[in-house]
């Protein structure tokens, strides 16, 4: 069976904001942070920092990550979901219709969001040369081989292809704790 090797990185529980709700949060005019990049390129963390409200309970220090969207978007974990009292669905990045909404507050305000708290469906991003060269395509599923004592296959694995991306895995914080693994480890992808 034909297979690729592919590098790990684990998100923890982020928020992205679009620039309306940023100056609403931290003031008219202000301009996000950057603190260090991230495995896409473009794409960073921020300074800043919010508290997220929702029906049960709050959750600080959830980080922003840059640059600015064009629909602010909340990203958790199962687990951050209890907490929180919001039943999010599994979703790729930035399909937020029929999702819930939470409060989100910053040190200049505070504002309602009606919708956009997802759980990241984990995915590998690509380039189109990476597709071609592994006959995948944007919206492809592959499963992904996790070794060791508690390893296992990670099923539906979403493929993202962009001429923007660099090939890279991303996982939530349950499931990279679920499978002890860590931020750089590299897995086995199969293509069936």
Same mark, same amino acid.
């Given at each position: 069976?034909?297979? +690729?090797?592919?590098?790990? =990185?684990?998100? $923890?529980? %982020?928020?992205?904001? &679009?620039?309306?709700?940023?100056? /609403? @949060? +931290?003031?008219?005019? %202000?301009?996000?942070?950057?603190?260090?990049? *991230?495995?896409?390129?473009g794409?960073?963390?921020?300074?800043?920092?919010v508290?997220i409200? =929702?029906?049960? !309970?709050?959750?600080?220090?959830?980080?922003?990550?840059?640059?600015?969207?064009?629909? &602010?978007?909340?990203?958790?974990?199962?687990?951050?979901? +209890?907490? *929180?009292?919001?039943?999010?669905?599994?979703?790729d990045?930035?399909? @937020?219709?029929?999702?819930p909404?939470?409060?989100? /507050? !910053?040190?200049?305000?505070?504002?309602?969001l009606?919708?956009?708290?997802?759980?990241?469906?984990? %995915?590998?991003?690509?380039?189109? /040369?990476?597709?071609?060269?592994?006959?995948?395509?944007?919206?492809? %599923?592959?499963?992904?081989?996790?070794? =060791?004592?508690? !390893?296992?296959? @990670?099923?539906?694995? *979403?493929?993202?292809? &962009?001429? $923007?991306y660099?090939?890279?895995?991303?996982?939530?914080?349950?499931?990279? $704790?679920? +499978?002890?693994?860590?931020?750089?480890?590299?897995?086995?992808?199969? *293509?069936?």
């Amino acid at each position: 069976m034909a297979s +690729f090797m592919v590098p790990v =990185g684990i998100s $923890n529980r %982020h928020i992205h904001l &679009s620039q309306e709700h940023i100056e /609403e @949060l +931290f003031g008219a005019g %202000h301009t996000l942070t950057k603190t260090k990049d *991230l495995s896409q390129p473009g794409q960073f963390a921020c300074e800043e920092t919010v508290t997220i409200i =929702g029906p049960k !309970g709050s959750m600080p220090g959830v980080r922003v990550l840059g640059p600015a969207r064009k629909a &602010s978007q909340v990203e958790l974990a199962a687990t951050d979901t +209890f907490k *929180l009292g919001v039943k999010p669905p599994v979703r790729d990045s930035g399909k @937020l219709d029929s999702t819930p909404g939470v409060d989100v /507050e !910053g040190p200049k305000g505070k504002v309602h969001l009606d919708q956009g708290v997802i759980i990241a469906a984990r %995915h590998i991003h690509m380039t189109p /040369e990476d597709a071609q060269k592994y006959s995948l395509k944007d919206g492809d %599923h592959v499963r992904v081989v996790v070794p =060791g004592v508690r !390893g296992g296959i @990670l099923e539906h694995v *979403l493929i993202r292809v &962009s001429p $923007n991306y660099a090939l890279d895995m991303h996982i939530d914080t349950d499931e990279g $704790n679920a +499978f002890s693994l860590s931020n750089g480890m590299h897995l086995e992808v199969l *293509l069936d």
